[in-house]
């Protein structure tokens, strides 16, 4: 049976963009790919473009006269204009490509670790985070509290899995000199309040860091509408390859702070007593760059751009709402963040009375159905809420109606399996 929801995209012409979307596995059932959160799948927009570069385009960038290095460069390049132009960046030298969003907030933790006033991080200062961030955007600051003596802060959560913002004032105080927060939150899916912490950081003239690994493939993001001064996302979780990450920086910042890396084309001038530095985005960017992925990010920004980041948001909550209903009716689940679809992405996470979410796991994996089980890289969540681990269902563009009740029939089999 068809099910129509409003706001839905035609899944069946988009589906046909993605090869894999077609396996069958296990005994020959029908692929249900419900771990998006993860990793997207790619569409062969994205991977006809990486074969070609390879095959027609493949040299080193920027050095080179040669055409292959000309074309290379201006493919890779190419591809910085596309993605500033999707985060709607003042300028495209304030985009830099890292290898993920991991290394593109430990850039940032680095930078600050490194830098002279007024941006230094040292003992007298504080970093604000919160309890519901990816490991990423914990350990890098961690490490900065460590090797600088500053406190490391962070905000609670609710019952409901939402930031407890109620001790803001007492949380960001004139002492902090960052904040970093994920803007979606890859476990309980929640959006957070971006205005309110952005207005306080203001106030006391902290640096803004936000994660935006889980909003960048899911909504349209805007750099300056959020007024951070550095935002960080990765490619392979909406239709790019694996290999590249993004960090957005404010730039006056990157022309004031350190670089991260030393080496080949960060540099302007090298002699053996010492060397000054390329301007940004150059500068953060040491070595030969993740040249065919950055070409591979652009094709997929051009796809998701095709097909518009308010139509996919749209027909994300559509299938989330839808979800979140369906999850409802399952005797023993309870849902681990918002249980509605507002302000909220489509990452769910639950767990199923006694089952251990890796059991959940591999019932589902046994009936073709993909989905993510474990703390999912934020383990203080799982001790907020006192729970081991959670298995996590997340749906992206191509995610329709049939492959949620997929779901649900799955997770009856997995009750009926374990009695």
Not at 14 to 24: A, E, H, T
Not at 46 to 66: F, K, M, S, T
Not at 95 to 105: G, R
């Amino acid at each position: 049976m068809t099910i129509l929801l409003p706001g839905l995209l035609d899944t069946d012409a988009i589906r046909k963009d993605f090869p894999i979307l077609d396996r069958v596995v296990h005994d020959g059932k029908k692929l249900v790919y419900l771990d998006n959160a993860a990793t997207s799948q790619k569409p062969r927009q994205v991977l006809d473009v990486l074969n070609a570069h390879y095959e027609r385009h493949n040299a080193n960038v920027h050095r080179g006269v040669h055409v292959l290095a000309e074309e290379a460069t201006a493919l890779y390049e190419g591809a910085r204009d596309k993605v500033a132009a999707f985060v709607n960046a003042p300028s495209r030298d304030e985009v830099i490509f890292t290898k993920n969003a991991s290394e593109s907030l430990n850039l940032v933790a680095n930078m600050l670790a490194w830098a002279d006033e007024p941006y230094r991080v040292d003992h007298d200062t504080e970093i604000v985070i919160t309890e519901m961030e990816h490991h990423s955007n914990i350990v890098p600051w961690q490490l900065l509290a460590q090797r600088s003596g500053a406190k490391l802060k962070w905000f609670g959560l609710t019952d409901d899995g939402r930031l407890d913002l109620s001790n803001i004032e007492e949380i960001i105080t004139e002492k902090t000199k960052v904040v970093s927060f994920v803007l979606v939150s890859n476990i309980l899916g929640t959006v957070n309040p971006v205005e309110a912490i952005v207005r306080r950081a203001q106030e006391v003239g902290a640096l803004v860091v936000i994660d935006a690994s889980q909003a960048a493939p899911h909504m349209p993001l805007d750099v300056q509408a959020l007024q951070a001064d550095f935002v960080a996302f990765t490619g392979h979780k909406m239709c790019g390859p694996d290999g590249i990450g993004v960090l957005w920086g404010r730039q006056e910042l990157l022309e004031d702070l350190p670089p991260f890396l030393g080496g080949g084309e960060m540099i302007e001038t090298v002699s053996m007593h010492s060397s000054t530095y390329a301007p940004a985005p150059h500068k953060f960017e040491a070595g030969t760059p993740p040249i065919a992925q950055a070409v591979g990010l652009g094709a997929a920004v051009d796809y998701l751009t095709s097909i518009g980041m308010e139509n996919i948001a749209r027909h994300e909550h559509a299938i989330t709402e839808y979800a979140i209903r369906r999850l409802q009716e399952v005797p023993d689940l309870r849902i681990i963040g918002p249980t509605t679809a507002e302000d909220r992405g489509a990452a769910v996470s639950f767990t199923l009375g006694d089952i251990h979410p890796h059991d959940v796991g591999q019932v589902l994996d046994e009936q073709g159905i993909a989905v993510r089980v474990g703390h999912h890289c934020a383990r203080p969540v799982c001790l907020r809420y006192g729970i081991p681990a959670t298995t996590r269902a997340s749906f992206y563009l191509y995610s329709t109606p049939g492959e949620v009740d997929a779901l649900i029939e799955g997770l009856e089999h997995v009750r009926n399996f374990f009695g």
